[in-house]
Each structure stands twice: as C-alpha cells, then as structure tokens.
C-alpha cells in the first residue's frame, strides 16, 4: 500500500475517523488499528510541558467503539465505570478510596480516542496517577505544514505552521526511538529526512527506511539526540541535508 496524505486524512474531526483501518481477531478478541501505530504513555512521560499542553486540549467523552479498540476486552466495562472520585461504589473503586477506572476522550485537532487509565492506591498518600493510551496520527491535516520537532521521555511531537501541537505522525510497525543503532532511530530519520526534504508538506507517514539521510541519522542514533537539544526546526533539519 503506498502511503499518501490525500489517501490517508485521519485528521478531520468533522467527518470522523477516516481510513482507519481496522485489524480484528474474533477468536481472540482482538481490535485494533493496522495502520496508526498505538501508543501506551506511562504517568511517568506526562510530566513534560508538551504532553500536558496535549492534554488540554482533549475533550472528555463518552465511550465508542473505538475506545474499546484501546483496552484489552475484559476491561471495555471499566470505561463505563464512573471514577471512585465520582463514586465511591463504582465497579472500578478498591476499597471505596482505591480506583482502577478508565476515562475516554478525544483529540479535537485530529478525531482521534484517547483512554486515560487510573490507578490510585487504597486510602491517602498512596499512588495516584494517569496513564494514556492512543492512536498516533497517519499525517498532519491536510492543510498544515510541518515547522518543528520535538521529543522528551520517548515521546514525539510535530508542532505545525498554525502551533498546533500533534503527536508525530507514525505507521504500525515503523516505532521511533532515539539514542542507538537500530530501525526506530533509522524510521524517525527517514520521517524527518520526508519532512525536510519536502518543506514540511508530505507528512504521511511511513517512509522507506532508504530514504533516511546520513546526517540525520546519525542525530538520532546519537547520544546527542537523547540528552541535548529536544527541539529541531524545519530549517534546523534541512541544514541537516546540506552538511
């Protein structure tokens, strides 16, 4: 399947879940995404000033189906559970102070679900956090540009020529990582090196591990790249191509 923005606009809210391609095990109880990569953000990669800037912007919901793609289906009930901060009886509540609810949501920039699950230890001074779980986008909207890149605590971000803050644009199977010699350094080079090459302008995602500049590979094999600077501009990576 050739990966083209036009083909693959997940990105109006408007019109719904567009060319979400669904992979499905009944014999398993398997749903999920063939296609979006699904990301699991632990409450310890939430502490970043661009992730709670994405979390503000999300807008609570009730559950559909595709929440339920998000959760293993013995726990699709819990996202109906209201929180024990809610309701100290609810299905989800340990012990009336404890919770292992699910909250949904959705991203109103790109249409895409969100299920944030809590765990909150029994009684005061325990545990008590948030953890996330979601589909990155397959491209940016259709009519935004690509002006910066952004990572810290694992997570990546694309912000647009509008300062609209996404998740960075990831295929299944095509993971990004940083910091070492391997396919996720090597896939988030050739996206960047797509991006740079293109002034920003084709943002689907999937690009061919060949296409992955020298230069830029070697940043995101760095160390560098795992403890300096978190933040490219389009230009910063285009000088990239040019060194």
């Not at 095990?25 to 939430?46: D, H, P, V, W, Y």
């Not at 803050?165 to 940083?178: F, K, M, T, V, W």
Request: charge should be negative.
């Amino acid at each position: 399947m050739t990966l083209k923005a036009v083909d693959l606009n997940l990105t109006d809210p408007e019109k719904g879940y567009l060319n979400f391609v669904l992979y499905t095990e009944a014999r398993l109880g398997i749903a999920s995404s063939s296609l979006n990569k699904e990301l699991s953000i632990e409450a310890s990669q939430t502490v970043t000033p661009h992730f709670q800037e994405w979390l503000s912007r999300l807008e609570r919901c009730e559950p559909n189906a595709m929440h339920c793609t998000l959760v293993e289906p013995t726990k699709i009930p819990a996202l109906f559970h209201p929180c024990v901060t809610e309701d100290k009886d609810s299905p989800s509540a340990v012990s009336g102070s404890g919770c292992l609810c699910r909250r949904t949501f959705y991203d109103p920039a790109f249409g895409l679900p969100v299920v944030a699950k809590h765990f909150k230890h029994v009684g005061t001074g325990g545990t008590d956090e948030w953890s996330y779980q979601t589909y990155a986008p397959i491209a940016l909207r259709p009519d935004d540009t690509f002006e910066r890149f952004i990572t810290g605590r694992a997570l990546f971000w694309a912000r647009t020529d509008k300062g609209i803050l996404s998740i960075l644009p990831q295929r299944e199977a095509h993971g990004y990582n940083i910091g070492y010699n391997g396919g996720g350094p090597h896939a988030l080079a050739a996206y960047l090196t797509q991006l740079a090459r293109s002034d920003g302008t084709t943002t689907a995602a999937g690009a061919s591990y060949e296409v992955a500049y020298p230069t830029i590979r070697e940043w995101t094999q760095s160390k560098a790249a795992e403890r300096g600077k978190n933040e490219l501009t389009l230009r910063d990576l285009q000088a990239m191509l040019e060194s």
